[in-house]
T-cell receptor, first 111, second 113 residues
Framework: LAKTTQPISMDSYEGQEVNITCSHN???????ITWYQQFPSQGPRFIIQ???TKVTNEVASLFIPADRKSSTLSLPRVSLSDTAVYYC????????????FGQGTELSVKP | DAGVIQSPRHEVTEMGQEVTLRCKPI?????LFWYRQTMMRGLELLIY????????DSGMPEDRFSAKMPNASFSTLKIQPSEPRDSAVYFC???????????FGNGTRLTVT
């Protein structure tokens, strides 16, 4: 399974765009990249998933370069409620959906 | 859709006692996962099932841990006997297929004294 590396923590201010980059140098051909968000006392919640190039939904954008060895989660105009831990996962769903969580990035949004 | 339902929400027990954690996945989801979260080790995958069959239990820490899925709508994680180092938040998650995201419950916070 591909190992992921993320910054341990990041700080931002309300209204700013936040970009969290994840490294996954040994990503395999069949692996997808998925990001989850976790608030205290809650289970992780799916944010976005992609395989290559760019994916956008109502919450975030995911940028994946051609070599797929990294990915960047972009959160536009963050608010205080975006303070959470963000996890980047890489997994081969064709092998049964086994997903391993890394340490995550603790994002703190300040007023 | 009620989401993944876990019970109890909190469990406090004494060392040596048996603990049973319960999970009801989202209806129609074929995959069920048990994770454990601690400050030291983060989120660890313990075991996962596909169509009620355990597929990978390599994350189960010891023989004291066991998990079952007797039907598509119910799973249990049992610890017998429990130890203080088992104290953690235990999450259950389900997904509809092997290309879909995981849906997590709100977890069971276990404290073993």
């Amino acid at each position: 399974l591909a190992k992921t590396t993320q910054p341990i923590s990041m700080d931002s201010y309300e209204g700013q765009e936040v970009n969290i980059t994840c490294s996954h140098n040994n990503i395999a051909t069949n692996d997808y990249i998925t990001w989850y968000q976790q608030f205290p006392s809650q289970g992780p919640r799916f944010i976005i998933q992609g395989y290559k190039t760019k994916v956008t939904n109502e919450v975030a954008s995911l940028f994946i370069p051609a070599d797929r060895k990294s990915s960047t989660l972009s959160l536009p105009r963050v608010s205080l409620s975006d303070t959470a831990v963000y996890y980047c996962l890489v997994g081969d769903y064709n092998q049964g959906g086994k997903l391993i969580f890394g340490q995550g990035t603790e994002l703190s949004v300040k007023p | 859709d009620a989401g993944v339902i876990q019970s109890p929400r909190h469990e406090v027990t004494e060392m040596g006692q048996e603990v049973t954690l319960r999970c009801k996945p989202i209806s129609g989801h074929d995959y069920l996962f048990w994770y454990r979260q601690t400050m030291m080790r983060g989120l660890e995958l313990l075991i996962y099932f596909n169509n009620n069959v355990p597929i990978d239990d390599s994350g189960m820490p010891e023989d004291r841990f066991s998990a079952k899925m007797p039907n598509a709508s119910f799973s249990t994680l049992k610890i017998q006997p429990s130890e203080p180092r088992d104290s953690a938040v235990y999450f259950c998650a389900s997904s509809s297929d092997n290309n879909s995201p995981l849906h997590f419950g709100n977890g069971t916070r276990l404290t073993v004294t």
